[in-house]
């Protein structure tokens, strides 16, 4: 006979009992404790994403038929945000009273198109992707036509609706 | 003194715990086991360069590249700190993808070292995280754009493509609220993650027993491994300090020289300030990414949604499944030649991408602007306004002609031999490939003037 006594059951169940509510016990509190920082990391994507027109310029200041670069401010940047704050793209006047403003992102990988006002095309400087003065693809691996956002003239000034950065029309 | 010193064992148990570990026999080794250690050593140097940055380093979109011009312009020595940072990081890089190879070619992923290897993975992974975030820091145009290219590929993902998008954004677009959790990222979580995974890595390397040099004709099995091993070390085991440590303080001597060098003779660039206004940029990322970069330039656009996807998760895939398609048998690479094809056929990948991306020959050249003299000087009439029209028009941005242009598409220096009149007109008239059409852009003189100059090229 060992002079050990084998634990009697009443024993192992208190011990299973008191280790599993112990276990069970920090767990809820690493799931209460993370839903506020999981929320908070999370939290640009629960807002919704606001849009807002944006003034760019009196209809006057641009020429039928040329593409210029303008730059408009992001909604609601953040105080620290810098020159981030502001989005350019590229507003073609096509006539007297309509504006075609482009996403200076190339739909390939995104990076930012220069207009060559003499070649009258769209280039990447990422990976060569070509794009017509009209935004259709010209050349290279870009999947679609330049991402546009919408334009209106109110009271004689152009106003473009700001959007989410994106790399294609879904 | 002798008192405290005693003092000081019996409390922290130098003698009984600490002297044995240091002291533990492994097999003789050589030159190539000193990698991982030396990966150790300048993850170490990371931290301390990168601590000593961030006492002065603002990280947000407003100060952030004024911050490093401080540290690299006015700060005592910070160029130095930045450089050995900057350095640093390459060396990290490189070693720790040098010990992934080498832990590869000797077979030490085999058993019973399976989760040496997968804790080993997810440091390579974290290392690459760490030089992503990094770069990102810099806050030039280059981190900028990293940052949206990095979004675009994350926006291909199907499903939560633009979930994926707005938390790298973390909002709708690179803005304030960006950096600062790349700069947390970069300083708190990933090096948490990896002080972890680093102990874990090390508990394992000494549970297990570094691996021995291989065998050719002696494979691992399961049942006689450990015998075997403990066998080796009781005969020809060596006390790892000193006998096989020296040689790690020796090379990671050596590392560490060259990356102090190279911090003072090479200090990193900063680039220009990240601007999105200011789009006449040639976004590239850090070497490390730029290999990757080019692939994103040369794989067919058929196969790209697929590709940007399935590329990095097979890869990982492939690291992970290693030790469990493969946990006996072999070791030496004499007798596993795929293990060694499979190494040098991804490091001659990886640098002949390098090379590709540095040349970047699929880019049209923005800042070509002139044919060369010699080739205008002798024309005239609508020849000499075709060369005009030619450097004008964005035809120099992609074709080169005599040594001035773009190389994205063909060099025309003797184009005149190859296409006559007619055929050089239609291409310009239709494109093709990927040649914009001029149709539309270019008036019937202009063409018949363009296709003049081009004919007289032989």
Redesign the interface.
């Known amino acids: 006979v060992s002079e050990q006594q084998a634990p009697d059951n009443d024993v192992v169940s208190r011990r299973r009992f008191l280790s599993r509510i112990s276990l069970g016990l920090s767990a809820l509190a690493a799931a209460v404790v993370s839903v506020p920082i999981l929320a908070y990391l999370?939290s640009?994507?629960l807002r919704p994403?606001p849009q807002e027109w944006r003034d760019v310029g009196a209809v006057d200041s641009f020429r039928v038929g040329q593409t210029v670069?303008i730059?408009f401010d992001?909604?609601s940047?953040?105080?620290?945000?810098?020159?981030?704050?502001?989005?350019?793209a590229w507003l073609r006047r096509n006539s007297d009273t309509q504006f075609t403003a482009f996403a200076?992102?190339c739909t390939?990988?995104?990076?930012?198109?220069?207009w060559?006002a003499?070649?009258?095309?769209f280039?990447?400087?990422?990976?060569?992707g070509?794009y017509?003065?009209d935004g259709t693809v010209?050349?290279?691996?870009p999947?679609q036509r330049l991402v546009t956002y919408d334009t209106q003239i109110v009271n004689g000034r152009v106003q473009l609706l700001?959007?989410?950065?994106?790399?294609g029309e879904a | 003194m002798k008192a405290v010193i005693g003092w000081l064992d019996d409390r922290l148990g130098l003698t009984t715990v600490f002297k044995p570990l240091i002291e533990h026999p492994v097999p003789q080794t050589g030159w190539d086991y000193t990698i991982g250690s030396a990966t150790l050593i300048a993850f170490a140097v990371q931290v301390v360069t990168g601590v000593a940055l961030a006492f002065t380093y603002v990280p947000t979109p407003d100060h952030a590249y004024e911050s490093l011009q401080f540290i690299t312009d006015t700060a005592v020595l910070g160029s130095v700190v930045r450089g050995v940072h900057y350095w640093g990081a390459t060396a990290m890089v490189l070693l720790v993808s040098a010990h992934a190879a080498q832990v590869f070619l000797i077979g030490a992923f085999k058993f019973p070292r399976e989760v040496n290897w997968l804790s080993g993975t997810l440091l390579l992974l974290f290392t690459f995280g760490m030089a992503f975030t990094g770069q990102l820091l810099r806050w030039n145009q280059d981190a900028y754009w990293a940052v949206v290219v990095g979004a675009a590929q994350a926006a291909r993902a199907p499903l939560i493509g633009d979930w994926l998008t707005g938390i790298l954004f973390a909002g709708q677009s690179v803005g304030g609220a960006t950096l600062t959790r790349f700069y947390a990222t970069h300083v708190f979580m990933i090096p948490a993650i990896i002080f972890g995974l680093l102990g874990l890595h090390l508990y394992l390397v000494v549970r297990h027993g570094v691996s021995e040099p291989p065998v050719a004709g002696v494979p691992v099995d399961r049942v006689t491994y450990r015998q075997r091993y403990e066998r080796l070390l009781h005969h020809h085991g060596v006390p790892f300090w000193p006998d096989a440590g020296w040689k790690d303080v020796v090379f990671a001597l050596a590392v560490g020289t060259i990356v102090l060098l190279l911090a003072i003779r090479f200090p990193p660039d900063l680039g220009e300030k990240a601007d999105p206004t200011m789009l006449l940029t040639y976004p590239r990322p850090d070497w490390y990414f730029l290999w990757y970069f080019a692939l994103l330039a040369l794989i067919p656009p058929q196969i790209e949604d697929a590709f940007i996807i399935l590329f990095p998760l097979l890869l990982g895939l492939l690291f992970v499944i290693l030790p469990f398609v493969a946990p006996t048998g072999e070791r030496s690479p004499r007798r596993r030649p795929w293990a060694i094809g499979v190494v040098v056929i991804f490091a001659v990948s990886v640098a002949a991408l390098l090379g590709a991306g540095y040349r970047s020959p699929w880019s049209p050249d923005l800042k070509a602007s002139h044919l060369p003299a010699s080739v205008t000087s002798g024309l005239s009439g609508s020849a000499l306004q075709g060369s005009q029209l030619f450097e004008t028009r964005g035809c120099l941005n992609c074709h080169t002609i005599a040594g001035q242009g773009g190389q994205r598409g063909p060099d025309l220096t003797q184009v005149g031999a190859r296409l006559g009149p007619n055929e050089l007109t239609w291409r310009i008239l239709n494109g093709g490939r990927n040649m914009p059409a001029y149709g539309t852009t270019l008036s019937p003189a202009e063409l018949s003037a363009l296709a003049d100059f081009l004919g007289g090229l032989r």
Request: charged letters at 10%; hydrophobic letters at 35%; aromatic letters at 6%.
């Open positions: 999370l640009p994507l994403a670069e730059a992001e909604p940047p953040l105080p620290w945000a810098g020159q981030t704050a502001q989005t350019a200076v992102n390939h990988l995104g990076c930012p198109v220069n060559r003499d070649a009258e095309l280039m990447c400087p990422c990976h060569g070509v017509y003065a010209a050349g290279g691996p999947p700001t959007k989410p950065v994106s790399f």
